[in-house]
């Protein structure tokens, strides 16, 4: 072999490994999750998860009461019936605020540059099939992740200027955000888009909540440091609005 070839087959044998090479160490990132994978995201974002998962009914996609019926019919409601929630009602609940409903991900409430801040919460009480305490919602896998043991109403109800509604609700939905996954991209005016937000899906739930006969209510008034200590959320993640849900 002249020099010229060995040159050449030294250079093909130095890209060969250069690129095997390459491949280790992007399988291996990903392996260890440098590269998330969807099914760990809600992990590599720090959401501390007890070993109880709760898969939910799939969602129905279809109501027998048209928007502006459930539009005039909207109205809050701070009394509840002791009765239960079913499983049912709650993952619809989720489904309608933050339900992924396209294949590349989007959902049933707008996001700006799809970068979905909003991270929900259930605080469980009196729900058919689910045991008390706190569960994260992994919107894509619907499924609930438990957080916290105990039932943690009444706390959060002091949290919340002790409002009977949080208190004697069957579950209360916890509305959390990153503003980070919004500001990296926006800046300051990212910290607005995270708030319309929270009013995009609170609205979906309301409305949901109105097809489903539940009785609902928006809950901004709250201590923000002992929601978050209480539900033990993650240092990145601060809690918008609280949705007491029960029977009516
Ligand atoms: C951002 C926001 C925060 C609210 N906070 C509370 C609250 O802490 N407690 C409460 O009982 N109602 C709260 N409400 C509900 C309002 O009192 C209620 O929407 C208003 O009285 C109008 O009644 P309607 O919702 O039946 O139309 C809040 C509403 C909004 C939009």
Do not use: A, K, L, W
């Given at each position: 072999m002249d020099n010229g070839k060995v040159k050449r087959s030294k250079l093909t044998l130095r890209r060969g490994l250069t690129v095997i090479g390459l491949l280790v160490v992007l399988l291996l990132a990903y392996k260890f999750s440098i590269i998330p994978n969807s099914n760990d995201i809600a992990k590599g974002q720090g959401i501390k998860a007890d070993s109880g998962a709760v898969a939910l009914p799939t969602p129905m996609?279809?109501?027998?009461?048209?928007l502006e019926q459930l539009l005039t019919g909207r109205r809050s409601i701070r009394e509840y019936l002791e009765k239960e929630l079913t499983i049912f009602e709650v993952g619809q609940l989720l489904w309608s605020a933050?339900?992924?409903?396209?294949?590349?991900?989007?959902?049933t409430a707008p996001s700006a540059g799809a970068l979905y801040p909003l991270e929900l919460y259930v605080v469980v009480?009196?729900?058919?099939g689910i045991e008390k305490g706190v569960y994260h919602y992994d919107a894509k896998q619907h499924k609930l992740v438990k957080t916290?043991?105990?039932?943690?109403r009444t706390s959060l109800a002091r949290a919340a200027l002790s409002q009977s509604a949080v208190k004697n609700a069957a579950a209360i939905i916890v509305f959390a955000a990153d503003y980070r996954r919004t500001t990296k991209k926006y800046g300051k005016r990212g910290e607005r888009y995270v708030h319309m937000e929270v009013g995009h899906a609170a609205q979906n739930l309301f409305l949901q909540a109105v097809a489903l006969k539940l009785a609902t209510v928006v809950v901004g008034a709250f201590n923000d440091d002992k929601v978050a200590e209480l539900l033990q959320l993650p240092v990145q993640l601060r809690p918008l609005m609280l949705m007491p849900v029960g029977k009516k």
């Open positions: 996609r279809t109501g027998e009461v048209s933050q339900g992924i409903t396209h294949p590349r991900g989007y959902r009480g009196r729900v058919e916290i043991e105990s039932d943690m």
